[in-house]
């Protein structure tokens, strides 16, 4: 089984409806970290969260909310969905202290029409 | 903030050839991560390597922190081997990854 699960994979939505993408990990990892991809470009930080009380802001917050209902679980959500949020969706976590190694899960396709 | 510049964009070989990637970032850095994405998008770290030399397989990669660079080398490649090629960097002391635009690199067979 993988480490890093996302669901859904897919997901096709309306502007202004509101979206929830969920990872989870079996890792053991206190990190979680939600990025997004753009066609042609690397990732960019969305939220990060070094435990369940400690969020954090990344460089492309606006738009964006996060929970971190357990160790093992950081959820994303769109509370109104926009056509320049289509993106791919990444979630990913990491150990801590020392290496920071990022593990990823594999990606949410997101569509706002 | 830091910025990150990966060259080639794109890179096209035979089966067999070798390659090298290189990253340049703009600042100093404790965390240097280079990753491979599939082409169905897949996101696999491949080295942690901040500084120094680190070798898996047919991959290698060297970190000069004083001049601030990286190389990702892969030699024999294989068909495999296809996808995006990312350098992310990043200080510790903020957690975060600042990701390079990506090498696209085509093996033909």
């Known amino acids: 089984d993988a480490d890093v699960t996302q669901t859904p994979r897919n997901r096709i939505t309306k502007t202004g409806k509101r979206i929830m993408l969920e990872c989870s990990q079996t890792?053991?990892?206190?990190?979680m970290y939600w990025y997004r991809q753009d066609p042609g470009l690397g990732l960019r930080l969305i939220y990060y969260s070094f435990d369940v009380k400690d969020i954090n802001k990344g460089e492309i917050s606006d738009g964006y909310s996060v929970s971190r209902q357990a160790q093992a679980k950081f959820s994303l959500s769109l509370e109104s969905a926009i056509p320049n949020q289509t993106a791919l969706y990444f979630c990913?976590?990491?150990?801590?202290?020392?290496?920071?190694?990022?593990?990823f899960g594999p990606g949410t396709r997101l569509t706002v029409l | 903030g830091i910025q990150v510049e990966q060259s080639p964009p794109d890179l096209i070989l035979q089966e067999g050839a070798n390659s090298t990637l290189r990253c340049n970032f703009s600042d100093s850095v404790n965390n240097l991560q280079w990753f491979h994405q599939n082409p169905w998008g897949q996101l696999i770290n491949l080295f942690y390597?901040?500084?120094?030399?680190k070798q898996n397989g047919r991959l290698s990669a060297t970190t000069v922190a004083t001049e601030r660079y990286s190389l990702l080398y892969i030699s024999s490649s294989q068909t495999t081997d296809s996808g995006v090629y990312f350098c992310?960097?990043?200080?510790?002391?903020?957690?975060?990854?600042?990701w390079g635009a990506g090498t696209k690199l085509i093996i033909k067979p």
């Open positions: 390597i901040p500084s120094g030399t």
């Open positions: 890792k053991g990892h206190d990190r």
């Open positions: 992310a960097v990043g200080e510790d002391s903020n957690y975060q990854l600042i």
């Open positions: 990913a976590t990491s150990a801590g202290q020392g290496v920071n190694t990022q593990y």
